[in-house]
């Protein structure tokens, strides 16, 4: 159903119309191609739990008569089945809920509500992708079924496995991963959290095996120490068959944790980031930014071009102008050495920002003084965790030392070179004093920045299609200018934002019905030896009320501690992004995590009262 909706916006004709189509059918493909690739793994799994469930029923049907070759296909044709009927329900189910998702889907898209569309290529899309998916897996039964041995199939659910060892030092490593991984997210900075990035990730997901396939025995085993504990009630017949379960799910445990952090994480990202539109004012503070390179000489026809276009929208505009010199550096205490530096003037900066509408509180550096020109508020944090650089010119050997960073982005970026690198931050240039800059002016490359102000960016998208790219023309092309469109970048940055966060609110719904399908699939599995389990001790005094009870235990623990840890893995990758950002996300990261955790206990609940409800057919 949920591969179907995302279907239905990918060949929606409505969609092709908006400014940013090319970067929203980027985002719907990938979502069809994790969907179909994640589904495919869960729709295996699921298969192979249902067959194992099953085994005793094949040694019976092969003990009276049914051949191999029979048997095999009789369950690829459930398979086909099963698959055409889930095929049909999911099509009529997305037809039924599709308007509603196209609304949601387009308010998260921040375009028009679209129309209800049904397009053949998303019906055959569908039908295509999952009669495939069901045929593959259907032909793959004889990889499920495993042995068809008559003794083993009979046999199967009756026999426990042997008792579960563990590990002391794997126990400790365990502990040791995930306390080290915690402490380098949590004490992570702008500069680090990149180069910590796959370190902790490796150290966290190589924790949390060790956690539930020795941790969590060697806890269970502490526990069955301390007898007043181990002792009290049906605590005995708990604990023993928690480290049991422990052993036996070990690797679906560590799995569910890491698609529940995968989810968390992906849904709190996008939510976070899908803020980030609210600060795209601060980044872009002309609505029109055109900067002409030197020999320029189209500058007077495009800024023209550009002035009737406004008018003939009925967009009022002033412009705003400033010039830019390039200098030769000889030597830098950067790690990158660029070999021209842009420079500004302390006044043209003030008037640009003023201008934009920002208050301005800054002072003019010194002589010998300069500050980093900010391409992008998200830069600043990085900036201001390296140290500050000094430059030599070559000119005439003078040296700039940084000695701030300016509080506003007053060029927007892609319109100057970029400088510094992605582990200290990038930045525009150098703002010096008037007398400096007019000092070094003589005889230095010159290149001018036209700044078009409007009342709302909104009001310029689409301005300017024939001299730039999809709302920008970088100044690295070719081209003897470079220019932005507020308006079209703004579009087009809503829009990706958006489609992000359908993206994750659609993966991650598939994701979180998996883990919670993946324990319940398991746990149907195990069914026939626990209901020999529950008459067995229905006989030896255990009322049925104590019985629910163990099993709620159990199940909570089972259900909640890789929910529980996925938390708090997601957690701390939060606070390290956090590092990383210029504003908060902590509202939109507690936000997801109470959401799922909430949506988590309603789902428990109705597991748990699924499970009880068949293992008391042992009663019947």
């Known amino acids: 159903m949920v591969f179907f909706v995302c279907a239905l916006f990918l060949f929606h004709p409505d969609l092709k119309q908006q400014v940013a189509w090319n970067s929203a059918l980027l985002v719907l493909a990938e979502a069809e191609i994790i969907m179909f690739v994640f589904c495919f793994l869960f729709v295996l799994y699921s298969v192979g ?12 049907l092969l003990l009276h008569g049914m051949t191999v070759r029979q048997l095999r296909k009789m369950v690829f044709l459930e398979n086909m089945l099963i698959g055409a009927a889930s095929l049909t329900t999911g099509i009529l189910s997305g037809l039924l809920t599709a308007k509603l998702f196209l609304m949601a889907g387009s308010s998260l898209l921040g375009i028009e509500a679209l129309q209800f569309h049904v397009t053949l290529s998303s019906i055959l899309l569908t039908v295509i992708a999952f009669l ?21 199939l009979i046999q199967s659910g009756v026999k426990r496995d042997v008792k579960p060892k563990v590990s002391k030092i794997s126990a400790l490593l365990a502990l040791v991963l995930l306390l080290a991984s915690y ?16 370190p902790v990730t490796a150290m966290t997901i190589a924790g949390t095996y060790l956690f539930f396939t020795q941790g969590s025995i060697a806890l269970l085993g502490f526990a069955k120490g301390k007898l007043a504990l181990y002792w009290k009630k049906t605590h005995l017949v708990l604990i023993s068959n928690l480290a049991y379960r422990m052993k036996d799910n070990a690797r679906m445990l560590f799995l569910v944790t890491i698609i529940s952090t995968v989810t968390f994480c992906a849904m709190g990202v996008f939510a976070s980031i899908n803020r980030l539109s609210g600060e795209f004012a601060m980044d872009h503070p002309s609505q029109i930014g055109y900067l002409a390179k030197e020999g ?30 390039y200098v030769s550096v000889s030597s830098t205490s950067l790690a990158s050495q660029p070999d021209m530096l842009p420079l500004i003037a302390f006044s043209d900066y003030r008037q640009l920002v003023v201008s934009a509408g920002f208050s301005f509180n800054e002072h003019s550096p010194s002589d010998s003084g300069a500050l980093v020109l900010l391409s992008s508020q998200r830069e600043k944090l990085l900036l201001q965790g390296r140290k500050p650089a000094s430059y030599t010119l070559n000119s005439n050997g003078l040296q700039l030392h940084e000695t701030g960073i300016t509080e506003h982005v007053s060029i927007p970026e892609y319109l100057m070179p970029e400088l510094g690198d992605g582990l200290e931050g990038t930045f525009s240039g ?18 001018t920045y036209y700044a078009f102000y409007t009342d709302t960016l909104e009001q310029t998208a689409g301005v300017g299609i024939g001299l730039t790219d999809n709302g920008k023309m970088a100044y690295e092309h070719s081209e003897p200018y470079a220019m932005t469109v507020s308006g079209t970048l703004y579009e087009i940055q809503r829009t990706t934002y958006g489609a992000l966060l359908f993206l994750a609110l659609l993966v991650g719904t598939v994701f979180f019905i998996a883990a919670g399908s993946f324990l319940y699939f398991r746990l149907y599995s195990d069914l026939e030896f626990d209901r020999r389990q529950y008459v067995t001790l229905s006989k030896l005094g255990v009322t049925r009320r104590e019985m629910e009870k163990m099993v709620t235990w159990q199940l909570s623990l089972l259900f909640f501690l890789p929910i529980g840890l996925a938390m708090v893995h997601s957690m701390f990758a939060f606070i390290a992004l956090q590092s990383y950002l210029f504003i908060s996300i902590a509202w939109e990261a507690g936000a997801i995590l109470a959401s799922f955790c909430l949506v988590q206990v309603v789902y428990f609940w109705f597991i748990r009262a699924r499970y009880l409800r068949n293992l008391q057919k042992a009663d019947h």
């Open 430 to 447: 150098l703002v010096v004093s008037d007398a400096l800059f007019d000092k070094l002016e003589e005889g230095s490359k010159r290149e």
């Open 296 to 325: 320029n000489e189209e500058v007077e026809a495009h800024l023209s071009g550009i002035s009737r276009e406004l008018s003939e929208r009925g967009i009022s505009f002033r412009i705003e102008k400033a010039d830019v010199i």
């Open 183 to 198: 402490a380098l997210a949590a004490t992570a900075t702008a500069s680090t959290v990149k180069v910590r990035m796959l």
């Open 132 to 152: 495939l998916l069901f045929l593959v897996i259907s032909l793959s039964t004889t990889m499920l079924l495993g042995s068809t041995r008559l003794i083993d």
């Open 49 to 60: 739990s249902f067959l194992r469930s099953r085994k005793k029923e094949f040694g019976l």
